[in-house]
């Protein structure tokens, strides 16, 4: 028995040691102390009975409240910002009295003094100490800044050694950024290396930085798995050159339309085609994640949308050439992605981009109405990159602007004539094509392949009404009949039969209400003769049809 009373209290003293080690270790987890032993125990968690687990993790998750949140980062956070700004009026406070190099000085003392205190920090309270870090960095770039800028009296008088201090300074930041493994303090030193670029207020010292930093965040994402910096890259790097081609108020220049080099147009193109990289590179599966999709709407959205802005407030005899660069980029990445990824949406993006480049570069190129005979033409284009795509979202939406391109010809475009007739054989084309490869789009209906022979079929009577001289109207659409007629016979389909058919009873319409009424005798027999002798046919051939049936 006393062996027995022995066990029971020995196993008391160790489950009881044991919910003393647990919540001794919650403690130090919240206080961020390493713990001190000299004998390694095994995990509280391979020892401990699940219901002491049980009564014990409630504990360590209550530090995880968004009270010890507040309190721990963000309260650290803003701290910092708060100091980093009070040190920062303190700089730029006139010191009319003291040598100009005395304040920037002094700047140079107090960061190294915060970098100090944040290594000295790191042991006990790590993510404070990163803060600090950060803000000392900060604070070094912009006493550095304070060398040229905010001081009547400059110590460095050129903005040529201004701007290679700052590199010095980006330069040393990326190196305590990547010696951390810091995304905080990269992402801060990306933001650096803009605000450096536009002080520079240099077409070449910003396009290199644009391009240096664009290249830089993609091979960190590569590297460390920071994917989000693309993005966060990619967000002020457009920023940048807006702010630039805003005539860069950031140097105190009033807002305008700046006149850019032309070259920053092919600049922000291969902007587009490295960030489109970080998020190829991001994305390894073929289920496209949500960020990724947000990221290639914004990628092509905001590209293009600056490429656009830009070429529409400087015209120059090049921008079609330019526009219709950009549609042979668009088109390459939407290929890219869905040749490599099977990406639907990127894909898309991509590509509907690409197509409203050609579109600009059409526009730009030529005048009204002809640019909506090209741009209808363009329709071709569209639909046979769609099918290779397999995107019943580019056939669908093409259809609509198609359909837009063609009330627009007719609101704006002036007097129909026989150019028109192209809306309806770029409808028959499309449903061609569209049938030719339609295993590829998946489609289970053939509506938007019907959708276009029922355009073709208004669109080219109707053309036809307004080109051709009224005696020979009754004969154009007759031979339209005939032409739908043959081909049901060589492709083998019954739904240009139906064309056929409709066309021909349209015109037995035409005749009977315009041909009897009609004062032109020799038109009247003409019209009349002819579509009999159609009517005749087409009966003879249908009952030859039905006897083989029989």
């Not at 702010?243 to 807002?255: A, E, M, Q, S």
């Not at 147009?265 to 190829?280: I, M």
């Not at 992605?337 to 981009?353: D, H, L, P, V």
């Not at 492709?491 to 039969?497: G, H, I």
Request: with cysteine; aromatic share 16%; glycine share 6%.
């Amino acid at each position: 028995m006393n062996n027995l009373s022995d066990k029971s209290t020995h196993n008391e003293i160790v489950e009881f040691l044991k919910r003393m080690n647990l919540r001794l270790t919650a403690v130090e987890n919240a206080l961020h102390i390493e713990p001190q032993t000299d004998h390694p125990l095994a995990p509280i968690e391979e020892t401990a009975s699940p219901e002491l687990m049980e009564e014990i993790l409630p504990v360590e998750k209550e530090e995880d409240q968004l009270e010890n949140r507040i309190g721990q980062f963000w309260f650290a956070k803003t701290g910092i910002i708060v100091l980093a700004i009070g040190i920062g009026f303190l700089l730029t406070f006139p010191y009319e009295n003291l040598p100009s190099f005395l304040p920037s000085l002094f700047g140079y003392f107090l960061a190294f003094a915060i970098g100090a205190f944040s290594i000295y920090l790191r042991k006990n309270y790590e993510f404070i100490a990163g803060y600090f870090l950060g803000g000392g960095l900060v604070l070094l770039y912009f006493t550095t800044l304070r060398l040229y800028f905010f001081s009547p009296q400059r110590t460095i008088s050129n903005v040529g050694f201004e701007v290679g201090w700052l590199s010095v300074v980006v330069l040393l930041s990326f190196f305590v950024s990547l010696k951390q493994k810091s995304i905080y303090l990269t992402g801060i030193t990306i933001a650096l290396g803009f605000s450096t670029a536009l002080v520079s207020d240099s077409a070449v010292v910003i396009l290199l930085y644009e391009t240096l930093l664009a290249v830089a965040a993609i091979i960190l994402s590569v590297k460390t798995k920071w994917f989000n910096i693309v993005l966060y890259t990619a967000i002020l790097a457009y920023v940048t050159h807006l702010l630039w081609f805003l005539n860069n108020p950031v140097v105190g220049k009033p807002l305008a339309f700046s006149p850019l080099p032309e070259i920053n147009l092919l600049f922000l193109l291969l902007y587009v085609v490295v960030f489109s990289l970080g998020v190829f590179l991001k994305e390894a599966g073929t289920t496209e994640s949500f960020s990724v999709i947000i990221s290639s709407i914004g990628n092509s959205i905001v590209g293009y949308g600056l490429f656009l802005l830009i070429t529409l407030t400087q015209t120059t005899p090049l921008n079609p050439f330019f526009h219709l660069v950009a549609f042979s980029v668009f088109i390459i990445l939407s290929t890219f992605f869905w040749a490599k990824r099977k990406s639907k949406y990127s894909t898309f993006f991509y590509a509907m981009t690409g197509y409203l480049a050609l579109s600009v570069a059409i526009i730009l190129q030529f005048n009204i109405p002809d640019y909506f005979i090209w741009l209808c033409w363009q329709s071709i284009i569209v639909v046979s990159t769609a099918v290779w795509f397999r995107s019943k979202f580019i056939i669908v939406a093409n259809f609509g602007i198609y359909l837009a391109l063609f009330f627009a010809f007719l609101a704006f475009g002036g007097k129909v004539d026989f150019v028109s007739i192209s809306f309806g054989l770029v409808a028959l084309l499309s449903a061609r094509i569209l049938n030719w490869k339609k295993e590829r789009l998946e489609l289970k209906t053939e509506q938007m392949r019907n959708a276009y022979l029922v355009a073709a079929l208004l669109i080219i009577p109707y053309a036809l009404y307004n080109t051709i001289p009224s005696g020979f109207v009754s004969l154009s659409w007759i031979a339209v009949s005939i032409l739908y007629y043959l081909f049901s016979l060589l492709l083998k389909s019954e739904k240009y039969r139906w064309m056929s058919l409709a066309t021909l009873l349209l015109t037995v319409a035409y005749v009977f209400i315009i041909g009897i009424t009609s004062s032109d005798l020799l038109y009247k027999i003409v019209s009349f003769i002819a579509l009999g002798i159609v009517l005749l046919s087409l009966s003879i051939i249908y009952s030859k049809k039905k006897n083989k049936h029989i």
